[in-house]
């Protein structure tokens, strides 16, 4: 079986090791913490957006190892465009470095690349890198890996409802057909599953603006770690944290 693999990763099963029969389809996670990794270490907080993304493609490979169908990441929000220009020109230049890499990587891992956000404000070869990037990684059978890129849940919903407001003014659309599903395939996320579990390392209690249509029933995991400390061990044991929940989606338990 697949997971028999992380044996590679070294050393014996650990408490914290998940039941890899039953593991969530979905997984999200907001990549928080780097700017205290940094200054804990008194680097530039644009080192620790470095270490960030390091750990980025580590987490991806272990969940593609596993088995995980669906990886989203919280990468760059709305709002993070009101950070200082060179914080933001680093954060760039990584997707870029990344997206440059994944061009040749990610069919060699089996893995679909998506951004989700808006890209319109992104500079043109960023964009290109983008279109190229996730042509070529189309219809690799492995881990989805969605990155949210310019990307806050209140911009997609207000998106959403524009697109079905056209749909309606053409004619297209009567009000009354907009139901759940309807709504839904105007999301960035259409055709994705909703989250089962949404991580935030650095120990925030809030969503930032993170799929707010999508998380209605995830299940939520924090911790004090900082996003390029989270490692195998920190991923299995909130995946396990989630398997002992009881998620009933409005219902009773099952019995
Ligand atoms: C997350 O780390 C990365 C982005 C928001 C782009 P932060 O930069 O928010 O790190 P902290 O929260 O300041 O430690
Ligand atoms: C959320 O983190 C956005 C990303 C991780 C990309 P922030 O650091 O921007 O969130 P706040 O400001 O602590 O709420
Ligand atoms: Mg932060």
Redesign the pocket.
């Known amino acids: 079986m697949k997971f028999k693999n992380l044996r590679i990763f070294g050393g014996r099963a650990k408490p914290a090791e998940p039941d890899f029969s039953r593991l969530p389809q979905h997984i999200a996670i ?3 913490g780097n700017g205290r990794w940094a200054t804990a270490r008194a680097l530039p907080r644009t080192a620790g957006h470095r270490a960030g993304s390091e750990n980025f493609r580590r987490i991806a490979t272990l969940c593609n190892d596993i088995g995980i169908r669906y990886l989203t990441v ?4 709305t ?2 465009w009101s950070r200082p220009k060179e914080e933001v020109d680093t954060i760039m230049s990584l997707f870029r470095e990344y997206l440059t890499e994944a061009c040749s990587e990610l069919t060699k891992k089996n893995i679909t690349l998506k951004i989700i956000g808006n890209t319109e404000p992104l500079s043109p070869d960023i964009r290109e890198l983008i279109r190229e990037t996730e042509r070529l990684s189309l219809g690799n059978t492995g881990l989805h890996v969605n990155v ?1 890129l310019n990307y806050g849940g209140r911009a997609e919903i207000v998106r959403a409802a524009q697109l079905l407001a056209e749909r309606v003014k053409r004619g297209e659309l009567e009000p009354e057909q907009i139901d759940v599903a309807c709504f839904e395939s105007c999301l960035y996320t259409a055709g994705i599953p909703d989250p089962d579990l949404i991580i935030r390392p650095s120990g ?1 209690l ?1 969503s ?1 603006n ?1 799929l707010l249509w999508q998380s209605a029933y995830a299940e939520f995991y924090t911790t004090p770690v900082l996003w390029p400390d989270f490692g195998r061990e920190d991923l299995f044991r909130a995946i396990s944290d989630y398997q002992s929940r009881s998620r009933r989606f409005g219902g009773l338990e099952k019995r």
């Open positions: 907001i990549m928080d919280y990468a760059f929000s709002e993070n949210c925030e809030r930032s993170f």
